[in-house]
């Protein structure tokens, strides 16, 4: 993720078409209510780039919801949804939800 000129990593602990869960680094002084870029590599020609507002916070966890994501970023969300849910029904749900 990255804020101003700070840069860090932080633990995916799930993702969806609405956001993401992470486990934030620990002492780490930032304004929550900024939005953030994050970017996520899920190989080495294959990532999903991002801008996020941090939705909700406590100590073991930050709330992240999507609010700019381009086209190839968003498809290979969407891939990796599909690739990793019981469920396609509630993927096409959520799809259908985003407009």
Known sequence: ????????????????????????PENLDIDLSKPCGMALFLGE???IHAR?????????????????????SLQHLRRLIELNTNNPAMLMRELSELG
């Open 1 to 24: 993720m990255q804020s101003g000129h700070e840069e860090w990593s932080c633990n995916l602990l799930d993702i969806s078409l609405k956001g993401m869960l992470v486990e934030p």
């Open 45 to 47: 020609d294959i990532s």
């Open 52 to 72: 996020v507002n941090i939705i909700r916070s406590s100590d073991d966890n930050w709330g992240l919801k999507w609010l700019q994501i381009d086209v190839n």
